[in-house]
């Protein structure tokens, strides 16, 4: 089982970035896959989030009308669109997984990780 993410990097405030996620086959059925972000000094916090069967989505109230959230069963991907960046969004940003179809905004609550993605924000 694992989860990997890509599409990091450094964008000046108010530019776009759109971050990947690749879960193993067996990961991506049953699962909600979401995105979460860690600044330093600060916890983990919850982002965004994608059901697996009705493509509902979920989003932290920082990151409403700013961020999309969306997923391709045909590629088992989910993705990651950031738009109106601003230094606050800098951070590490993590892809998880939750079995089943009730939202957790807590990260202990999430079953599986990846290493991360660093994004970075400049004024």
């Known amino acids: 089982v694992y989860l990997v993410e890509s599409g990091g990097g450094v964008v000046q405030a108010g530019g776009s970035l759109r971050l990947s996620c690749v879960p193993s086959?067996?990961?991506?059925?049953?699962?909600?896959m979401g995105w979460f972000r860690q600044a330093p000094g600060k916890e983990r916090e919850f982002v965004a989030a994608?059901?697996?069967?009705?493509?509902?989505?979920r989003f932290a109230d920082s990151v409403k009308g700013r961020f999309t959230i969306s997923r391709d069963n045909a590629r088992s991907s989910i993705y990651l669109r950031m738009n109106n960046l601003e230094p606050e969004d800098t951070a590490i940003y993590y892809c998880?997984?939750?079995?089943?179809?009730?939202?957790?905004?807590?990260?202990?609550?999430?079953?599986?990780w990846g290493r991360g993605t660093q994004v970075t924000v400049s004024s």
């Open positions: 998880a997984a939750r079995y089943g179809s009730f939202w957790a905004d807590s990260a202990n609550e999430w079953d599986y």
């Open positions: 086959g067996r990961l991506f059925s049953r699962y909600i």
């Open positions: 994608v059901s697996w069967n009705d493509g509902s989505t």
